[in-house]
């Protein structure tokens, strides 16, 4: 039942950056890490999602070095009050992992991606968090031929078992994309990693995070996608953002292209009373490469500003009227309805 919907928010470390784009170099200074932590709750946010190299310099360590300054972030994370959301595996910038991970052709590649989501899994243990998000960046092709991709989606399904094995508490979240960095990626939408996650040994356990621009990416609406991991109650956590066309993941301020496309979002999560189990909003928002040093966090603040402002708006929308132009038929008068809605005429 609608309006017991609690929304708290959360970012990673990697949506405050230098604004280096695929074409020019940085173009603002290095927020430090404790720096970036004081942004959370002056923003207004709870939650902080990691990588496994935010929470740690670097995996490739002794365990013992790698556990004991997981120990060190969780000190430092409960000191500012904050609640770390999830853990996911970086597994696309080591140089082992060039052809894929969980999905290479090459054996060693397969075996590092492994060792390596184990030691996420750790880590995740140490900040208390049981949430491990996949996001399988290199996990597809570039020429059709250079893998069996019969072959891949079991590897990817025996990589989810392998994790839900190594610790029988943690739950695995697939953040989907359909391209970028790779052609065409494995499991490129929410639907084909809910496809693969009733493979695995512990479906219970498996569900997804739900990224707006990767959606829209797939030429799918995002609140549409977001209602069908909720029919299968496993929409674990959502990254909002907006895009423009089918292009690069632009990772643009929530609502800033398509408001309308913000509102579906904000109405279906209220609706389905997201975040009641604990879930976060999260926001995958990155400044622009113009913003000035000092206003690079801003990006941050009126993408929750805007999904609030939103939230407004779906509270007081007149649910009869919905209800009337739906058994009119009249899918323009409601269109109309909620577009003036949004700009405060209705
Ligand atoms: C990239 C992804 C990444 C994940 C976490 O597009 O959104 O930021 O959210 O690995
Ligand atoms: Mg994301």
Redesign the pocket.
């Known amino acids: 039942m609608a309006g017991k919907a609690q929304f708290r928010f959360s970012f990673?470390p990697?949506n405050i950056h230098e604004g280096g784009d695929m074409f020019g170099p940085p173009v603002r200074d290095t927020m430090a890490f404790a720096e970036k932590l004081k942004v959370y709750r002056k923003l207004g946010f709870e939650g902080i999602q990691f990588?496994d190299d935010d929470a740690v310099a670097s995996v490739d360590v002794p365990h013992d070095k790698m556990i004991a300054e997981a120990k060190e972030m969780k000190r430092i994370i409960d000191g500012e009050g904050l609640e770390p959301e999830f853990v996911?595996p970086?597994l696309w910038e080591n140089p082992i992992t060039i052809d894929g991970a969980y999905t290479s052709n090459d054996e060693k590649a397969r075996a590092y991606a492994l060792e390596r989501s184990r030691k996420a899994i750790d880590i995740a243990n140490v900040l208390g968090t049981k949430r491990i998000?996949l996001?399988p960046a290199r996990e597809g092709i570039y020429v059709n031929e250079s893998k069996d991709h019969r072959l891949a989606t079991e590897r990817l399904v025996q990589a989810i078992d392998a994790m839900l094995e190594y610790d029988k508490d943690i739950q695995i979240l697939g953040?989907m994309?359909p391209n970028e960095p790779m052609d065409h990626a494995y499991a490129a939408t929410t639907g084909h990693f809910l496809a693969l996650c009733y493979r695995t040994v512990d479906p219970d356990r498996v569900g997804v995070l739900i990224?707006s621009a990767?959606a829209i990416l797939a030429g799918l609406d995002p609140a549409v996608e977001f209602a069908f991991a909720m029919y299968h109650d496993k929409l674990w956590s959502v990254?909002l953002n907006d895009q423009n066309g089918l292009k690069f993941?632009e990772d643009r301020i929530f609502g800033a292209v398509n408001l309308k496309r913000a509102f579906d979002q904000v109405l279906v999560l209220y609706e389905n009373d997201f975040g009641t189990a604990g879930e976060y909003v999260g926001l995958?928002v990155k400044a622009l490469r113009t913003q000035k040093q000092d206003v690079a966090v801003q990006h941050l603040a009126h993408s929750k500003q805007i999904f609030l402002d939103l939230l407004e708006v779906v509270k007081k929308m007149d649910r009869k009227r919905i209800e009337e132009y739906r058994s009119l038929r009249n899918y323009e008068d409601l269109e109309y309805f909620v577009v003036r809605a949004i700009m405060g005429k209705a």
């Open positions: 990673g990697w990588h996911a970086r998000v996001w953040e994309k990224e990767h990254h993941d995958d």
